[in-house]
Structure formats: C-alpha cells, structure tokens
C-alpha cells in the first residue's frame, strides 16, 4: 500500500472508504494485532516489528484501547465483568466504580449483569465502547463505532468520543461512514486501492 499516515496525541481522524477496501486491516496494522508484509507501524513511537507480540500486548495494556465490529466481549462474563476487566488488568484502583460509571455513561446503567447474549447488538457494541474507554487511553482505535446504533445513542456516543479526546488528550483513529462523525474529526481519509487520499473538510 502507499500508504503514510500520522496521527498526534488529542486528534481525531477518520478513515473511509468502500467495505473491502482495507480499513480494518488497516487499523490492525497500526495496532500491531497484524504484522505488515512491508514497511513499518508505530504505536505510542514503539516500533512495533521490532518487539514480540507479549511487548506489543504490554504495550498496549492501560494505553490503547479498541471498538470492534465483532465487539469481541467475553461470552460468560457480565456487561459489568467485560468493562472491569482490562481495568484490572492494567492495575487500576476502584475498578468496579470506574465500571460502573462507564456503563451509565453509555445508558447502559439497568444492563449490567446481563450476559452478551442477553443484550442487543446495540448494546453490546456500547458495552464494548464503555471497555475501551476503560482507563482513559492515550489511543483509541474504533471500527465502526456507531455502525450498529440509532441516530440517538449514535449522537450520545460521539459526544463520548470526543469527550474523551478532550478530556485525556486521547488520539482517536475510526473507521466509520457515519458523516457526522466524520465531520467531527480534525482530519478525513478515504482509502481506497492501497492508497491513503485525504479529503478536505468544508468549514464548520
């Protein structure tokens, strides 16, 4: 792919293009889930051909946080457990609390013991949201955040994102075709036959 892409702490960019034409693999690239057949990604300036897939999970843990089409949460585990979890993990105190509020956050405060299968898809793409805010992350890689939700809990979850940007300066990388999300970042790629053109915002 002749593809060059930059992304600084605190901004948003948003990555579009037709289904198949590479975005999610190209996020998995960037967050060192896949290994690139050529060239080199950096995650948070570690290159990430140079260290084994356990430092790339080290690396990641506490500090990068994912939205999945799949939404990958853990089938036996409650919304609750799924959002605790990785705070745990990265050591966080009052994790349970943390959890909690993150649900709420995403209207999900009446759904929290309820396992994946008892939830819609909509649901659980925002238990996986409330997740990958889990411990405020300095990168945040979304496929399709709002692919799954109404118009309504669409605009609540943007608002999130960005809130989160605000708020921890947190680089926002999504993949999505959802315009007024797009509109929202700071800058608009479209991809499309290996190649990474940006698209002019028109002023706000």
């Known amino acids: 792919m002749g593809i060059d892409l930059h992304v600084n702490s605190g901004e948003a960019v948003a990555l579009l293009g037709a289904s198949g034409s590479g975005k999610s693999t190209l996020l998995g690239l960037l967050a060192g889930l896949d290994d690139p057949t050529s060239g080199s990604a950096f995650l948070l300036k570690q290159n990430l051909s140079e260290i084994s897939e356990e430092q790339r999970s080290r690396l990641r843990l506490g500090r990068v946080g994912f939205v999945f089409q799949s ?38 405060g009446k759904r929290m013991t309820h396992l994946p299968r008892q939830l819609s898809g909509g649901e659980q793409q925002r238990v996986a949201i409330a997740r990958a805010f889990a411990g405020e992350p300095e990168v945040l890689f979304a496929d399709e955040p709002t692919g799954n939700l109404d118009a309504e809990t669409g605009e609540q979850i943007i608002k999130l994102l960005f809130d ?33 053109a940006e698209i002019e915002q028109e002023p706000s």
């Open 71 to 108: 939404f990958q949460l853990i089938p036996g585990m409650t919304a609750l457990e799924n959002v605790i979890l990785p705070l745990q993990l990265a050591g966080v105190d009052k994790a349970a609390e943390q959890a909690r509020q993150l649900l709420k956050d995403v209207g999900l």
């Open 164 to 196: 989160l940007r605000d708020r921890c300066n947190t680089a926002l990388l999504m993949v999505t075709h959802d315009d007024q999300l797009a509109k929202r970042c700071d800058r608009v790629y479209h991809l499309q036959g290996g190649r990474l």
